[in-house]
């Protein structure tokens, strides 16, 4: 573990659908919003409001929330003008994503005393979740800037980081979160998940272990959950090298639209066979069904309990495997680890899905017009072939590995973050943003029938939207479909309103430059 403390870098920036398989959301990646971990510095108490709060603690350790906004609450009241218990109440709003109410908590305390770290960073936290990172960020350099042990603080700027695809930065911070604060288990988890996506496995199962032994955490499910996943990623660990590469620099393969997703044809294992696996910038990870792995023979390396999904009962088991090579036209990338699932079928033959994982070391280009999927690769660092940038969006991974943009739906003011999914082939809006008046008023009588990765789900609203924007890009009448998005916003670390599909998507050629967390949407002429 580090011993110093990164500087953090003064100059601020200018303040029948079907749905993806990546969208399982498996509750073991998801790391709570903001720990609540005891301030630095926090004011010399009396007996029972120091009680109070400590017991509060507890109670948030243990997930019962009600209580310990109780117990919060008396404790404001007994210090009357301290900010203190105000702000750790705020805290745990955020954790439960009620930030309305954490904000209204935090601004007036952050502006009533300019130099209360604390509070900048609870403020922080909130804009945080809500999207707004360009106020976050400025508002965690506050923070630290006030009080360079805050270990709070440092964890917002380490998650901000992780979400703008800065892993690098993200782990430098969270580990000064863990050194100030070695033992808040959300500090240690999210340093746990940071470093698996930097493929520091073994670095990950050993922060999934020291969170295990540290947390107070009474839900057996996700313990079960952390533990499998501990399993695989040691046997990660023990491999060379995951995602190698090889074959040619670049290659084009055809693309069929079934049912507005795209499907590739690849090869696995070095067999002739060429399988069916759905483009999907909805998972971060490769997916392969049940039927597929029997067939090839790919063992399941581990389990790791149950997971939540939309769909049927809402739950599926977690299952890990492991395949040796694939290939792609003529690039082959070698050691890709997968899940092997159930698929519940829509009447189309799926073998898998391609996650971002398997693409991301590529300059990648799904062009809907011409039907044809790219892959191109370059040894200096930086993507082959760069995107105009002037015309290039920016792109954030949320938690779960899902790739999230800024989209505004006509009649209401505020950018929204959608998933841009191309493994979905409807796009989708949240039930709150259904609700809103300038939405609500575009329901259609038809229901709809959706297949997701835990069950099928009859009689789901839609919803013909006036206008779609992405950027400069506007597309009218686009139909969405309305689903309850909380089990994918508990995982995302900010709020996702909905989800960009195929039906977007498909008036577009899109190059995804993952090492810059860009995309290019280039509008078609013809739409297939």
Same mark, same amino acid.
């Given at each position: ?82 900010? *203190? ?32 770290? *604390? ?21 965690? *350099? ?20 992780? /979400? ?11 580990? +000064?979160?863990? /050194? ?20 520091? *496995? ?18 057996? +499910? ?198 841009v999914d191309t493994g979905a082939s409807v796009s989708v809006i949240s039930d709150e943003v259904a609700s809103l008046d300038a939405i609500s008023p575009h329901e259609q009588p038809e229901k709809m029938r959706v297949i997701g990765s835990a069950g099928v789900t009859e009689g789901v609203s839609s919803f013909q939207l006036p206008s779609v924007s992405f950027g400069p890009h506007l597309k009218r009448d686009i139909t969405a479909i309305a689903l309850n998005l909380e089990m994918i916003n508990e995982a995302s670390g900010f709020q996702q309103a909905g989800i960009l599909g195929g039906n977007f998507l498909k008036n577009f050629k899109l190059t995804f430059d993952f090492k810059n967390s860009q995309v290019t949407f280039s509008p078609l002429d013809t739409v297939p």
């Open positions: 573990m580090r011993k110093g403390r990164k500087r953090v870098d003064a100059s601020l920036p200018n303040s029948g659908s079907a749905l993806s398989y990546g969208l399982m959301v498996i509750l073991l990646a998801i790391a709570p919003l903001f720990a609540i971990a005891a301030d630095k510095g926090k004011p010399d108490l009396t007996d029972d409001p120091k009680r109070l709060l400590k017991q509060a603690e507890k109670l948030i350790r243990r997930g019962e929330f009600a209580e310990a906004e109780r117990m919060l609450n008396e404790a404001s009241k007994a210090l009357g003008d301290d900010p *203190y218990p105000k702000l750790r109440l705020a805290q745990l709003f955020i954790k439960q994503r009620r930030l309305t109410e954490a904000y209204d908590i935090a601004f007036p305390e952050a502006k009533a005393e300019p130099k209360n770290a *604390y509070a900048f960073a609870v403020l922080g936290g909130t804009m945080l979740g809500i999207g707004r990172f360009r106020d976050a960020r400025a508002l965690f *350099y506050s923070a630290i800037r006030i009080d360079k042990s805050n270990a709070y603080a440092w964890y917002g700027y380490g998650m901000l980081e992780f /979400y703008e695809n800065r892993i690098n930065e993200s782990l430098a911070n969270l580990e +000064e979160a863990v /050194y100030h604060d070695p033992n808040e288990p959300d500090y240690v988890f999210a340093l746990a998940q940071v470093s698996a996506r930097a493929e520091r *496995y073994k670095a990950a199962a050993d922060s999934y272990k020291r969170f295990l032994s540290i947390s107070k955490d009474t839900d057996d +499910e996700r313990r079960v959950r952390i533990r499998g996943l501990i399993n695989f990623l040691t046997f990660l660990g023990d491999r060379q090298v995951l995602y190698a590469t090889a074959g040619a620099d670049r290659t084009t393969v055809p693309v069929v639209l079934a049912g507005n997703r795209p499907v590739v044809q690849m090869e696995v294992n070095g067999r002739d066979e060429p399988l069916d696996f759905v483009l999907d910038t909805g998972s971060g990870i490769s997916v392969i069904s049940e039927e597929t792995a029997k067939r090839l023979k790919i063992r399941p390396i581990t389990k790791g309990g149950f997971a939540r999904g939309i769909g049927g009962d809402g739950r599926f088991e977690i299952v890990y495997g492991f395949v040796r090579e694939v290939r792609i036209g003529d690039v082959v990338i070698r050691n890709v680890p997968v899940y092997i699932r159930k698929f519940h079928s829509d009447g189309q033959k799926i073998d898998g899905y391609i996650g971002l994982s398997l693409i991301s070391k590529f300059l990648t280009t799904l062009d809907y017009g011409s039907l044809t999927f790219s892959l191109a690769k370059s040894s200096s660092g930086r993507s082959a072939n760069p995107i105009d940038e002037s015309i290039a969006l920016p792109l954030r991974l949320t938690s779960s590995g899902f790739l999230s943009g800024e989209v505004q739906l006509a009649g209401v003011e505020a950018p929204l973050n959608f998933i």
